[in-house]
Nanobody, 124 residues
Framework: QLVESGGGLVQPGGSLRLSCAAS????????IGWFRQAPGKEREGVSC????????YYAESVKGRFTISRDNANDTVYLQMNSLEPEDTAIYYC???????????????????WGQGTLVTVSS
């Protein structure tokens, strides 16, 4: 089970940090990360982290603004979002899969474990 928190309303240029806590699932060797879905748009892979190869993925739209990190001791992954833009408004989902260890697969696999989502609204 994955449980997200940290969403909310923020002004353009502001920051938020999302958290995703895992239970019943030791993801320390697996790929885990964040998708988002904005109204009327397809779901987008935002960022992924893999401890198996140390690789970190970012969508082009968030590079340089978002940072993913993970606390394996506490089975938690974070997404620090800076310089937020109205285009970042979306529901953000944490996702992982016991079969998936690398971000390349995380991006293209129908993942089994999803959080409930947390809404991020960037608006003045």
């Amino acid at each position: 089970q994955l449980v997200e928190s940290g969403g909310g309303l923020v002004q353009p240029g502001g920051s938020l940090r999302l958290s995703c806590a895992a239970s019943g699932f030791a993801f320390d060797s697996h790929a885990i990360g964040w998708f988002r879905q904005a109204p009327g748009k397809e779901r987008e892979g935002v960022s992924c982290s893999s401890n198996s190869d140390g690789y970190t993925y970012y969508a082009e739209s968030v590079k340089g603004r978002f940072t993913i990190s993970r606390d394996n001791a506490n089975d938690t992954v974070y997404l620090q979002m800076n310089s937020l833009e109205p285009e970042d408004t979306a529901i953000y989902y944490c996702a992982a899969d016991p079969r998936v260890y690398f971000c390349s697969a995380w991006l293209r696999t129908t993942l089994e474990v999803w959080g409930q989502g947390t809404l991020v609204t960037v608006s003045s």
